[in-house]
Nanobody, 121 residues
Protein backbone atom coordinates (compact mmCIF):
# COMPACT_ATOMS: atom_id res chain seq x y z
CA UNK A 1 0.00 0.00 0.00
CA UNK A 2 1.32 3.46 -0.92
CA UNK A 3 1.79 6.13 1.73
CA UNK A 4 3.38 9.55 1.99
CA UNK A 5 4.58 10.71 5.41
CA UNK A 6 5.84 14.13 6.49
CA UNK A 7 8.45 14.87 9.13
CA UNK A 8 10.57 17.77 10.34
CA UNK A 9 7.95 20.25 11.48
CA UNK A 10 7.91 22.13 14.74
CA UNK A 11 8.36 25.61 16.12
CA UNK A 12 10.79 28.30 15.00
CA UNK A 13 11.33 31.95 15.80
CA UNK A 14 10.87 34.59 13.11
CA UNK A 15 13.94 34.55 10.90
CA UNK A 16 14.68 30.93 11.74
CA UNK A 17 14.72 27.85 9.55
CA UNK A 18 13.02 24.48 9.31
CA UNK A 19 13.36 21.62 6.84
CA UNK A 20 10.42 19.39 6.03
CA UNK A 21 10.67 15.93 4.52
CA UNK A 22 8.06 13.83 2.73
CA UNK A 23 8.84 10.20 2.07
CA UNK A 24 6.82 7.96 -0.22
CA UNK A 25 6.72 4.25 0.49
CA UNK A 26 5.03 1.12 -0.79
CA UNK A 27 4.90 -0.77 -4.06
CA UNK A 28 5.69 2.24 -6.23
CA UNK A 29 6.15 2.08 -9.99
CA UNK A 30 6.39 5.80 -10.75
CA UNK A 31 6.05 9.17 -9.03
CA UNK A 32 4.84 11.91 -11.36
CA UNK A 33 4.60 14.79 -8.90
CA UNK A 34 5.52 15.53 -5.29
CA UNK A 35 4.94 18.81 -3.52
CA UNK A 36 3.66 20.77 -0.58
CA UNK A 37 0.45 22.55 0.37
CA UNK A 38 -0.35 24.43 3.56
CA UNK A 39 -3.44 25.52 5.45
CA UNK A 40 -3.66 28.12 8.20
CA UNK A 41 -6.59 28.19 10.66
CA UNK A 42 -9.68 29.63 9.00
CA UNK A 43 -7.96 29.76 5.61
CA UNK A 44 -8.17 27.71 2.45
CA UNK A 45 -5.46 25.23 1.61
CA UNK A 46 -2.89 26.70 -0.78
CA UNK A 47 -0.14 25.32 -2.96
CA UNK A 48 3.39 26.06 -1.75
CA UNK A 49 5.87 24.24 -3.98
CA UNK A 50 6.14 21.16 -6.15
CA UNK A 51 8.40 19.11 -8.41
CA UNK A 52 7.44 17.17 -11.52
CA UNK A 53 9.08 13.91 -12.53
CA UNK A 54 11.14 15.79 -15.12
CA UNK A 55 12.58 18.14 -12.51
CA UNK A 56 10.45 21.18 -13.22
CA UNK A 57 9.47 23.17 -10.17
CA UNK A 58 6.81 25.66 -9.16
CA UNK A 59 6.89 27.79 -6.00
CA UNK A 60 4.40 30.16 -4.41
CA UNK A 61 5.42 33.77 -5.12
CA UNK A 62 5.25 34.85 -1.47
CA UNK A 63 7.84 32.25 -0.42
CA UNK A 64 9.96 31.74 -3.54
CA UNK A 65 12.89 33.79 -2.21
CA UNK A 66 12.92 31.93 1.10
CA UNK A 67 11.81 28.33 0.44
CA UNK A 68 13.59 25.72 -1.66
CA UNK A 69 12.14 22.42 -2.83
CA UNK A 70 14.36 19.47 -3.70
CA UNK A 71 14.21 15.69 -3.99
CA UNK A 72 16.20 12.54 -3.46
CA UNK A 73 14.93 10.11 -6.09
CA UNK A 74 16.67 7.10 -4.54
CA UNK A 75 14.90 7.74 -1.23
CA UNK A 76 11.60 8.71 -2.90
CA UNK A 77 11.68 11.81 -0.73
CA UNK A 78 10.97 15.49 -1.35
CA UNK A 79 12.25 18.26 0.92
CA UNK A 80 11.15 21.79 1.68
CA UNK A 81 13.91 23.98 3.11
CA UNK A 82 12.28 27.00 4.76
CA UNK A 83 14.50 29.95 5.64
CA UNK A 84 13.79 33.43 7.01
CA UNK A 85 10.53 32.19 8.46
CA UNK A 86 7.72 34.62 9.17
CA UNK A 87 4.67 34.31 11.46
CA UNK A 88 2.55 34.22 8.29
CA UNK A 89 4.16 30.86 7.45
CA UNK A 90 2.41 29.27 10.42
CA UNK A 91 0.18 26.50 9.08
CA UNK A 92 -0.31 22.78 8.75
CA UNK A 93 1.85 21.63 5.85
CA UNK A 94 0.68 18.70 3.73
CA UNK A 95 2.66 16.57 1.34
CA UNK A 96 0.86 15.68 -1.89
CA UNK A 97 1.91 13.26 -4.62
CA UNK A 98 0.72 11.62 -7.82
CA UNK A 99 1.94 8.03 -7.61
CA UNK A 100 1.40 4.94 -9.73
CA UNK A 101 1.59 1.76 -7.71
CA UNK A 102 3.04 -1.39 -9.27
CA UNK A 103 -0.39 -3.00 -8.97
CA UNK A 104 -2.22 -0.23 -10.85
CA UNK A 105 -2.31 0.80 -14.53
CA UNK A 106 -2.80 4.45 -13.51
CA UNK A 107 -1.67 7.05 -10.99
CA UNK A 108 -3.53 8.06 -7.87
CA UNK A 109 -3.28 11.20 -5.75
CA UNK A 110 -2.06 10.84 -2.16
CA UNK A 111 -2.04 13.19 0.83
CA UNK A 112 0.15 13.03 3.88
CA UNK A 113 -1.31 13.42 7.36
CA UNK A 114 -0.13 17.01 7.72
CA UNK A 115 2.55 18.47 9.97
CA UNK A 116 2.39 21.63 12.08
CA UNK A 117 4.77 24.52 11.47
CA UNK A 118 4.58 27.35 13.99
CA UNK A 119 6.59 30.57 13.68
CA UNK A 120 6.38 32.66 16.82
CA UNK A 121 8.53 34.66 19.21
Amino acid sequence: QVHVVESGGGTAQPGGSLKLSCAASGTIFEIGFMGWFRQAPGQEREFVAGLSSGGGSSVLDSVKDRFTISRDSAKKTVYLQMNSLKPEDTAVYYCNADIRATTDPFSRNYWGQGIQVTVSS
